[in-house]
């Protein structure tokens, strides 16, 4: 038996009635007759000297050397088809695919694509708004935006600002609560989407940094941080607002940070794509504006003393 490849149609032809265990469903998936599917696999048998498939009634399955052969053959074709993509990606300078997570995309993102928009007309903005850790190399996905300590061998990697977060609330609430001593009574909101940072930054850190020895656990939980500060502008509670879920609100006056302490985590948010790839037209485009609109919202910092978290532990 010779070393050389079958034809590929016969090996796609196979790929797909293995996957589906149907050669009906296999010629369907690849816009063939049955007869043409089955054709091909025959050759493929003959080419390899060995049957792929036992015939049933109803129904197919894989020999002992069609098992062996459907993993390699299954692979073969997902690997084609990414590096397919990959070339195409690297011809496409119009097209830009950003993932995020929906915090970021709702609350800072969003509100500021416009003028992106405006000053890169030739560029195809598409958004995925997920907390998925997505595979660059896999996923059709350029550019990520990710928040957290993680570790970003292999790609490409910006860090921005270090992120910090301060009591945020309506003007009512404030003239309830007027002092970092009076939030012992107010209803407390919680970002548990930040439950992950370690040493952890959360309202126990806050009056902690302030001198109040106060553990607040009882309060209402939100999963993902741009409803919690939407819970703070329905005046449901005072929440720790993050720096970028924060501003827009402030800005337009229907949130309020009146004590100004924050406490500030090493977790960063990060600008990330394939190592290579941030020399394509529309990456580089990106990137600049990103970290340009960071820089111009830096005055937010402006007259907060913010005072990084430590762990309990740590002297």
């Not at 003028?115 to 059709?140: G, K």
């Not at 970028?244 to 309020?256: N, S, Y």
């Not at 020399?279 to 820089?295: G, H, K, N, S, V």
Request: with cysteine.
């Amino acid at each position: 038996m010779s070393d050389r490849l079958p034809p590929l149609t016969a090996l796609r032809a196979f790929d797909a009635a293995a996957r589906h265990m149907s050669f009906a469903k296999a010629a369907e998936e690849l816009a063939v007759t049955p007869a043409a599917l089955s054709f091909q696999i025959k050759s493929l048998e003959e080419h390899l000297g060995t049957p792929l498939f036992r015939r049933l009634n109803r129904a197919v399955a894989l020999t002992e050397a069609g098992q062996a052969l459907a993993p390699g053959a299954e692979e073969g074709f997902r690997a084609l088809a990414q590096a397919w993509r990959q070339v195409r990606r690297l011809r496409d300078n119009t097209t830009l695919t950003v993932t995020a997570g929906p915090a970021l995309t709702a609350k800072w993102l969003a509100p500021r694509l416009y003028d992106f928009a405006r000053s890169h007309p030739e560029i195809d903005l598409r958004f995925s708004a997920t907390l998925r850790i997505m595979d660059l190399e896999r996923d059709d996905v350029d550019v990520a935006i990710r928040f957290g300590h993680g570790s970003d061998d292999g790609l490409y990697s910006v860090q921005v600002r270090k992120e910090w977060m301060t009591p945020v609330m309506t003007p009512e609430l404030a003239r309830q609560y007027p002092t970092p001593e009076s939030l012992r009574e107010a209803p407390l909101i919680f970002d548990d989407s930040i439950s992950f940072l370690d040493p952890p930054c959360d309202w126990p850190a806050w009056f902690r940094a302030v001198g109040i020895d106060h553990r607040p656990t009882h309060g209402t939980h939100f999963s993902n941080a741009d409803h919690a500060i939407d819970g703070a502008v329905a005046g449901l509670g005072v929440a720790l607002g993050r720096r970028p879920m924060i501003l827009k609100d402030l800005e337009e006056g229907r949130l309020v940070a009146p004590f100004k302490l924050a406490i500030e985590t090493d977790a960063r948010f990060r600008f990330l794509c394939l190592k290579g790839a941030e020399t394509r037209p529309q990456i580089a485009a990106f990137r600049d504006w990103f970290l340009a609109e960071i820089d111009r919202t830096a005055h937010l910092s402006d007259g907060f003393t913010v005072v990084p978290v430590v762990s309990l532990g740590d002297s």
